[in-house]
């Protein structure tokens, strides 16, 4: 008996697992001959506020838009590596600049959307007062690790690197600071308690699942050099019309203010 | 930029302590999966399996959660250290344990297990303790796989890069390991050190394994027929 059933539940796994991956296969084909899905690479601090345009968009439109966020160095590689993205939402405007140079994307598009903020960030059971004391606090004996991005393909982790040394505590703070791949990580090292202290985007302290988790000093737009931040329609993409069409939704009133609500400053503030 | 020998050499100390704390750690766990009758006994042979189908990016998030200050494996280490697991070596050390478990474990099992049962018979008949036995009949002829899961372990622990990725922190000479300084050295697009490390891995990795496959062989062939 007993193996009776375990032979009929594991035939009905099996079915799941069959009809689960022919669904699948089935959205994909659709994909192909219905209305085009785009595919944007973004990075990190975007992840709220983008997610949210793009479903206002896809009501507005019909046209389904995908993200893939990460580290912008990291994205601009695979992007050189032929990575199938139709846009790219940068945090800086170099990485889209290299990719103009390398014909990976079309120079025309080139558009600054927005201004990424630094925050330092502790969370909210610290008794660290970041809020009063700003990056002060980091020099208290309680603070044993520091969360950055990687500075090397990351332009938070730039803009965190240039913040300490502005204010002079780079050199005291270097073997504290851990770094993360890209800005979530780093904000994810905080807020797990694993390291006490992190420079993340503005745009993630006051992100809906970190809200009420945390406390953060913004770090004065002086002390690193501006997040400008660049959009581009990319060389590789198949929809080209459709990417270009999403990018000037994005410069709209109604996307901009969307942006400006989930942390980041626009470029004409 | 240059090789970084330093991300090398932390990456060889790691292996070494694990590999080593596996072998001490994987006997006993390896001669109770080979000699227990227990009827759930597959149970534990599937848990001690689990890493090698989990995605190392489970391991690392839970290895992440319990080593920090909110879980109270990481409030005792706090309590007893003054800082927390994760960004550490021995954070390392702990994750890379559990990820590598199965590829020593397994070896040893299976060599304990085939080792005939009328010599262990014969060695409790003349009257040697099962600890006796284990040292001087079933260790020996199981040599073959306790090399076997000692270097598969080291060398899994040599190529490991999701759990250190999540747990380690990326800091130099800490937790920066050579799989993720050439990830790091891809994202930067610098192709050329990338590829000269990846290459010294690989052949390390290839020599390291031939050696061992070709120490087996011989252990084969002149050792004691079974």
Aim: proline residues 5%; positive net charge; contains cysteine.
């Amino acid at each position: 008996m007993r193996k009776a059933i375990g032979s009929v539940s594991s035939a009905v796994l099996a079915a799941c697992m069959v009809l689960s991956s022919t669904r699948g296969w089935a959205q994909e084909k659709q994909a192909k001959k219905g209305a085009p899905e785009l595919v944007v690479a973004a990075a990190a601090d975007l992840s709220t506020a983008l997610k949210e345009i793009g479903e206002g968009y896809e009501k507005k439109t019909g046209v389904k838009v995908n993200f893939s966020f990460g580290a912008s160095g990291a994205l601009t590689q695979q992007i050189q590596n032929g990575a199938p993205f139709d846009l790219f939402f940068s945090a800086d405007m170099d990485y889209p600049r290299q990719l103009i140079t390398a014909g990976d994307a079309d120079g025309a598009s080139l558009y600054q959307y927005a201004v990424g903020k630094l925050v330092l960030w502790v969370p909210a059971d610290s008794s660290l007062d970041v809020e009063h004391r700003g990056m002060n606090v980091l020099l208290d004996s309680s603070v044993k690790k520091i969360a950055i991005a990687n500075p090397e393909h990351a332009p938070y982790g730039r803009a965190a690197v240039a913040a300490l040394k502005h204010a002079g505590l780079y050199d005291r703070l270097a073997d504290r600071l851990v770094l993360g791949e890209n800005i979530s990580q780093a904000a994810q090292f905080v807020e797990s308690g694993n390291a006490q202290a992190g420079f993340v985007a503005f745009a993630h302290a006051i992100a809906p699942a970190m809200r009420g988790k945390g406390k953060y000093w913004e770090v004065p737009v002086d002390f690193y050099p501006p997040l400008a931040q660049g959009m581009i329609v990319l060389s590789h993409s198949r929809h080209k019309k459709e990417a270009a069409e999403f990018l000037e939704y994005v410069k709209t009133k109604e996307a901009a203010e969307l942006l400006r609500k989930y942390g980041f400053a626009l470029p004409r503030d | 930029m240059a090789i970084d020998w330093q991300a090398f050499w932390l990456t060889i100390q790691l292996a070494i302590t694990v590999s080593a704390i596996l072998l001490f750690l994987g006997l006993p766990v390896a001669y109770w999966i080979a000699f227990s009758r227990w009827r759930w006994k597959f149970l534990v042979e599937a848990v001690v399996a689990l890493p090698i189908v989990l995605p190392p990016t489970v391991l690392g998030f839970y290895v992440l959660i319990a080593l920090g200050p909110r879980s109270p494996l990481g409030r005792w280490w706090v309590s007893l250290t003054g800082h927390t697991l994760a960004f550490t070596f021995s954070g390392l050390v702990i994750g890379s344990i559990l990820y590598s478990l199965p590829f020593a474990v397994q070896p040893f099992a299976a060599s304990f297990d085939g080792v005939d049962r009328k010599l262990i018979a014969a060695s409790a008949t003349l009257g040697a303790s099962p600890l006796r036995t284990f040292f001087r009949v079933i260790a020996p002829v199981s040599v073959p796989g306790l090399i076997t899961g000692t270097a598969l372990s080291f060398a899994h622990t040599m190529g490991e890069f999701g759990v250190v990725l999540m747990v380690g922190g990326n800091i130099p000479g800490v937790t920066r390991t050579v799989s993720i300084d050439i990830f790091d050295r891809v994202q930067a697009s610098d192709y050329a050190t990338a590829n000269e490390t990846a290459l010294l891995l690989l052949a390390f990795s290839f020599a390291m394994l031939a050696v061992v496959y070709g120490v087996n062989r011989k252990a084969w062939v002149i050792g004691p027929v079974k």
